[in-house]
């Protein structure tokens, strides 16, 4: 069974900072990419960060020289550095992995809340 559990979400001002981090618990699996997602109210998820097994990472524009994705292999953690925050990145953070574990998969997190206040 696996599971992912996130935290580091919460309320910061315009220009603040905060750091989410993800763990994959359970055995027997190879994470092959890791990445977070957002989604704002009334608004699609979409693609925040993406890092793969190899260490390539992939940002929104909307994020690229703010944000900063970081994998932990041996402790299957994911973390994603938030500065320069703006009201426009609140919303419901998701972690995502990809993995094969008996077949290839997807797994997400139970979302974290980001809120940036003006």
């Known amino acids: 069974q696996v599971q992912l559990v996130e935290s580091g979400g919460g309320l910061v001002q315009t220009g603040g900072s905060l750091r989410l981090s993800c763990t994959a618990s359970?055995?027997?699996?190879?994470?092959?990419?890791l990445g977070w997602y957002r989604q704002a109210p009334g608004k699609q998820r979409e693609l925040v960060a993406q890092?793969?097994?190899?260490?390539?990472?992939n940002y929104a524009d909307s994020v690229k020289g703010r944000f900063t994705i970081s994998r932990d292999n041996d402790k299957n953690t994911v973390s994603l550095q938030m500065n320069s925050l703006k009201p426009e990145d609140s919303g419901v953070y998701y972690c995502?992995?990809?993995?094969?574990?008996?077949?290839?998969?997807?797994?997400w997190g139970q979302g974290t809340q980001v809120t940036v206040s003006s």
């Open positions: 359970g055995s027997g699996f190879s994470i092959n990419a």
């Open positions: 995502n992995v990809r993995m094969y574990y008996g077949a290839y998969r997807t797994y």
């Open positions: 890092i793969t097994s190899g260490g390539s990472t």
